[in-house]
């Protein structure tokens, strides 16, 4: 079992600090795979992905567009949390991994690409779409549309797993860092049309079967 396997990963210093490695969840047969940057506090402490406030912000958006989660699979390009302690130790700031946790965990991501394989991948956030398309994928620029895959450049230039296309959308955490419900509501709409693209894509693969 690969997350069996990556709970041993001591590939960068991030093992160290977090709780546990958490791994990607969903079913082996998914259509779409979702990607994130990596856990957050809530998840590094119960082992789930995306179960904290940002969970609950895709899953509202998915089930908005009309994409079952439970029919997904959906992971982190960094199997590990990592963060800073605040003065008084009493809560855990996320901090952005570095290249070098992106690469240690590439392994992990490619295992996971190649177990489930997936027809669409959704890259939520930079550090993810960097991860899966190279260093020079710009979100704000490229969100929204569907890209073939290959993709060009990056660590998966070279992939020959039958994935149709992947997507990049901002993270649900950059929609929750909004100062206000008004400018969070404004900043949802971005997940929502670009996942709206996803559930196209979907039910366009689903026909073809």
């Known amino acids: 079992m690969l997350a069996k396997a990556a709970q041993r990963c001591e590939d960068c210093e991030l093992f160290a600090d977090a709780i546990q490695t958490v791994f990607g969840a969903g079913t082996s047969r998914a259509l779409v795979m979702l990607v994130g940057e990596q856990p957050g506090d809530v998840e590094d402490q119960r082992g789930e992905t ?30 590990y949390f990592r963060f800073k302690s605040t003065a008084n130790g009493k809560r855990r700031i996320h901090e952005k991994p570095a290249a070098r946790h992106v690469t240690a965990c590439e392994p992990w991501l490619s295992a996971e690409l190649r177990a489930v394989r997936p027809r669409l991948v959704v890259a939520m956030g930079a550090t993810a779409a960097q991860a899966l398309f190279g260093s020079k994928f710009r979100v704000t620029k490229q969100r929204g549309e569907l890209h073939s895959w290959p993709p060009p450049d990056g660590p998966y230039a070279d992939s020959v797993l039958p994935i149709d296309a992947a997507i990049a959308t901002i993270h649900p955490s950059a929609v929750l860092r909004a100062r206000t419900s008004e400018d969070r509501e404004t900043a949802r709409t971005g997940p929502v049309d670009d996942l709206r693209v996803v559930a196209g894509a979907i039910s366009s693969a689903t026909r073809q079967r």
């Open 50 to 79: 995306f179960v904290g406030p940002s969970g609950r912000l895709l899953d509202s958006v998915l089930a908005e567009v009309g994409v079952d989660r439970s029919a997904a699979y959906v992971t982190n390009a960094v199997k």
